[in-house]
T-cell receptor, first 115, second 116 residues
Framework: DSGVTQTPKHLITATGQRVTLRCSPR?????VYWYQQSLDQGLQFLIQ???????AKGNILERFSAQQFPDLHSELNLSSLELGDSALYFC??????????????FGPGTRLTVL | AQTVTQSQPEMSVQEAETVTLSCTYD???????LFWYKQPPSRQMILVIR??????QNATENRFSVNFQKAAKSFSLKISDSQLGDAAMYFC?????????????FGKGTKLSVIP
């Protein structure tokens, strides 16, 4: 158990719908990262937050957005869903040790299926 | 942009034997981190080992060790005394240091099977 929690574990929805994925980082970790794992694209970085502020953006679609709340949990919002958005979405967290971001620990993932 | 390449989509090893998974990467940075993550059938991503580029000594974690060749931009993972629980997808990952993003860039993965 990495200490990172994600809900829900599984999500099945229809095209055009909107969903929210939730992540709670490990205790003490201020940074949250979102990754998408799909068969054709592999593991791709989407976005990073640090202490409530967006830190970096990767290959995140405009239909997707995220935020990190004062209690440090994060939510990834996916809208106007398409079949190709079906994937495993991971949240990871890390902390700063001696001025450097430590390694990332991953949550169990949310399996999104768009029908 | 950094890229990570794992040229072996699948590998197999006999239980108790040793296997080496390959990884190469491309970067213009001089300092960075490299990681191996394991993803078993449960889909959980588990950190196996990490290597700082400025360290010449290869990292080891129990039965897992790496062969880090900085000039060749190669970072292989050796698993000794393979066990059935080692069967999983293994991903090599790169992360830069310094200011900016600390995202991980992953390879496509190697599926390791362990034969009893």
């Amino acid at each position: 158990d990495s200490g990172v929690t994600q809900t829900p574990k599984h999500l099945i929805t229809a095209t055009g719908q909107r969903v929210t994925l939730r992540c709670s980082p490990r205790s003490g970790d201020l940074s949250v990262y979102w990754y998408q794992q799909s068969l054709d694209q592999g593991l791709q970085f989407l976005i990073q937050y640090y202490n409530g502020e967006e830190r970096a953006k990767g290959n995140i679609l405009e239909r997707f957005s995220a935020q990190q709340f004062p209690d440090l949990h994060s939510e990834l919002n996916l809208s106007s869903l398409e079949l190709g958005d079906s994937a495993l979405y991971f949240c990871a967290s890390s902390r700063i040790l001696a001025g450097v971001f430590s390694e990332q620990f991953f949550g169990p993932g949310t399996r999104l299926t768009v029908l | 942009a950094q890229t990570v390449t794992q040229s072996q989509p699948e590998m197999s090893v006999q239980e108790a034997e040793t296997v080496t998974l390959s990884c190469t990467y491309d970067t213009s940075e001089s300092d960075y981190y490299l990681f191996w993550y394991k993803q078993p059938p449960s889909r959980q991503m588990i950190l196996v080992i990490r290597q700082e580029a400025y360290k010449q000594q290869n990292a080891t974690e129990n039965r897992f060790s790496v062969n880090f060749q900085k000039a060749a931009k190669s970072f292989s993972l050796k698993i000794s005394d393979s066990q059935l629980g080692d069967a999983a997808m293994y991903f090599c990952a790169y992360r830069r240091t310094g200011a900016g993003s600390y995202q991980l860039t992953f390879g496509k993965g190697t599926k390791l099977s362990v034969i009893p």
